[in-house]
């Protein structure tokens, strides 16, 4: 298939699944808020102007609901934007944004922070730049290995790092105390957004939209990109730049994301076969598409992971019993969507 | 005006293929590479279009050294025809031969109006239009390999560039595409195939060289290469020749 709907029905359908999650979402919780409240919030706001409601309401908006949403949202469709990225880039429907070792450099870094006792904002800064550190080492070994196809090597040089890394999370993860450090480090391990506040935000927004941005405006190289190699430079693309540049972008976008969240597996591997599966593989069209279908999926899982149970689930836990029946059923059914 | 390789060793980084191989591709005229499986056809090609380093020689294109000219201005002069593969992704036949634009544009720039009317035009010249909204995953070998040379034409280029053009393809669809490629030289186009049927060669090309263990052992118009001696040194077996209606045609023995 090359996909059932154009641009705008892509995002149509996108929008039509976001916009009630977010309704739902704000209606769903201790502290329920109907969509018209929610409605009169945003309006005075935008004007200015007070909104008469109590301000229990007013801050369950803005300082406690209102940033946990944005950042689901936000964080669903960076692993989708950048999930798209990386499948299309390894030419292969099967990896993740993190193939090439941003979540096991995250990790290590947030693991590290959390051993050392350091404060939240200084575990998200180090699961941030390990996220980066990790991956640009990887593209460092990866490239200079001269044999072979780039993309594979690049995908194999991932893998071993990224074990690599996971045995320093092992080790800290043995030697941290286990009353207070382990459970801390288990649950970033298996994501989860409850500890988000309003500045959270800008942190998670700005690597994402910046990201995002330069996926978005090389979006026709992408899909030349897709091509096997020496086609691609037949076609007049400069491959090593432009692999270059995709693979920052793409991981800028997943290292902010995993740093808010922690590790959320199964969104970034799951959401682009949906978004291909409904405008087809054109890049252009994929990513606006993956990033709102992404934005409303994680949002749905992230309300579901803190109403469902009397204790919060962590997000990785559902994405994965979810994501695992999705991704056979693609497998049997929908396999003519990617092949 | 030529594409030319001139003394040419080329290979793999740290693995030689070929020596001393001079060979030149002439708008309006097409050159078949013919030779063994192994022999350094498809390593030849790629040297020529610039995707492999020259381990010696030169490969120029319109008189220019190759090895110093951008990867877009190389791809607005040679378009090329790779085998036709599956493709890990299923767009839609009218944008894998936009891809062919892609040279033609800035970095962040999309297809505009004028090259999706370049595009339909490639389409209905190779007369597969019908099939511009298909998944390129889901039609024949004999129409993906049109899809890419109506890709490689989009390019616009004065070279066409194809490696083993018929290879995957049954023996209808062989005609077929043979066909479009020698109406390309028609078009004033330079043609550069690679082949290990020697009459495809004597059919299809206006000179053939013959390529094995990379070396070039002949280089002329067909009638005066090919012939039941130099094949059968090439090939390294006995190959027959029969001749009817001054046709020649080759049979392995």
């Known amino acids: 298939m090359t996909g059932r709907f154009g641009a705008i029905g892509g995002i149509t359908i996108g929008l039509g699944l976001l916009l009630p999650g977010v309704a739902v979402a704000f209606s769903v919780g201790r502290f329920p808020i109907s969509v018209s409240e929610l409605g009169l919030a945003l309006w005075s706001t935008l004007i200015g102007q007070p909104s008469g409601l109590p301000p229990a309401v007013d801050a369950v908006i803005f300082n406690i609901r209102g940033p946990r949403v944005l950042a689901a949202i936000l964080c669903g469709a960076a692993l989708a934007v950048a999930g798209a990225a990386f499948q299309g880039l390894f030419r292969n429907p099967l990896v993740s944004p993190d193939i090439l070792g941003a979540s096991s450099g995250a990790a290590l870094g947030a693991m590290t922070g959390i051993f050392f006792s350091l404060g939240v904002l200084a575990i998200q800064a180090l699961a941030f730049g390990g996220g980066l550190v990790a991956v640009a080492l990887v593209y460092l070994i990866g490239s200079s290995i001269r044999s072979g196809d780039i993309a594979l090597v690049l995908v194999l040089t991932g893998v071993v790092i990224g074990s690599l890394l996971g045995a320093g999370v092992g080790l800290l993860k043995y030697l941290a105390d286990p009353y207070n450090q382990l459970p801390a480090m288990t649950f970033w391990l298996l994501g989860s957004l409850a500890g988000t506040d309003r500045n959270d935000l800008l942190p998670l927004f700005g690597p994402i939209a910046v990201g995002t941005v330069v996926l978005l405006a090389l979006r026709w190289r992408m899909n030349v990109m897709s091509l096997p190699e020496e086609e691609a430079r037949a076609l007049g693309v400069a491959t090593g730049p432009l692999r270059l540049a995709i693979v920052a972008a793409a991981t800028l976008v997943t290292s902010a994301s995993v740093a808010a969240a922690g590790i959320i597996g199964w969104v970034g591997l799951i959401v682009p076969h949906m978004a291909r599966f409904l405008v087809g593989p054109e890049f252009g069209r994929l990513v606006p598409t993956a990033a709102l279908l992404g934005g409303g999926y994680l949002l749905l899982i992230d309300t579901l992971a803190r109403s469902a149970a009397q204790v919060e689930i962590p997000l990785g836990i559902l994405t994965a019993v979810i994501g695992t029946p999705v991704f056979i059923w693609l497998l049997v059914s929908a396999r003519k969507s990617w092949s | ?253």
Not at chain 2, 10 to 18: I, K
Not at chain 2, 108 to 113: D, G, L, V, Y
Not at chain 2, 133 to 157: D, F
Not at chain 2, 236 to 246: F, I, L, N, P, Y
């Open chain 2, 1 to 253: 005006m030529t594409l030319a390789a001139q003394d040419l060793g080329f290979g793999y980084p740290g693995h030689s293929v070929g020596t001393n191989v001079s060979v030149t591709v002439v708008p309006g005229q097409a050159l078949a590479l013919l030779g063994p499986n192994g022999g350094g056809k498809t390593t030849l090609l790629k040297t020529m279009l610039g995707l492999l380093r020259p381990h010696a020689g030169v490969v120029s294109l319109d008189g220019q050294p190759m090895a110093n000219m951008p990867v877009g201005e190389r791809a607005r002069r040679i378009g090329y025809v790779p085998q036709a593969h599956a493709g890990a992704f299923a767009f839609a036949v009218r944008d894998v031969v936009l891809m062919g634009r892609t040279a033609h544009q800035g970095l962040f720039a999309s297809p505009t109006p004028a090259d999706r009317t370049i595009v339909e035009a490639r389409l209905a010249e190779l007369g597969i239009a019908h099939l511009a909204g298909k998944p390129y995953t889901m039609i024949s070998g004999g129409e993906r390999q049109l899809v890419l040379i109506a890709r490689a034409l989009a390019q616009e280029p004065r070279y066409v560039v194809l490696d083993e053009p018929t290879a995957s393809l049954d023996f209808g669809n062989q005609g077929k595409v043979m066909r479009q490629i020698r109406s390309l030289t028609a078009k004033g186009l330079g043609v550069l195939f690679t082949t290990h049927d020697p009459n495809q060669a004597m059919g299809y090309a206006d000179r053939v060289a013959l390529l094995g263990g990379g070396r070039l052992l002949a280089n002329g118009v067909p009638a005066d290469v090919l012939n039941v001696a130099a094949l059968s040194a090439l090939y390294g077996s006995t190959v027959r020749a029969v001749c009817q209606h001054e046709l020649t045609v080759f049979l392995p023995d």
